[in-house]
């Protein structure tokens, strides 16, 4: 919703605490609106995570990087 990625999100870099999902190692953060490639850097931040997760028996349906993608886009107003 802020409009931002990580920019080299892993699944190590997502801690949960108190129920609450919490992005860790910043330095990398990425403008998804302003960065004319913002967009991209998202894109492989979910494919990452979403890779991970499918991984861990997450189905397919759920961990699609492309509809995962599409949403957060949505979100931060690209869609």
Same mark, same amino acid.
């Given at each position: ?22 992005m860790i190692d910043l330095p990398q953060v990425v403008d998804v ?16 995570? =979403? ?5 861990r028996g997450l189905t397919a349906a759920a961990a699609d990087p =492309? ?13």
């Amino acid at each position: 919703r802020a409009g931002y990625a990580h920019g080299d999100l892993s699944p190590y870099n997502l801690l949960v605490h108190r129920g609450r999902l919490v992005m860790i190692d910043l330095p990398q953060v990425v403008d998804v609106v302003a960065n004319p490639q913002g967009p991209e850097f998202l894109a492989r931040d979910v494919r990452v995570v =979403a890779g991970w997760f499918a991984a861990r028996g997450l189905t397919a349906a759920a961990a699609d990087p =492309a509809d995962l993608t599409g949403l957060l886009l949505e979100e931060a107003g690209l869609r």
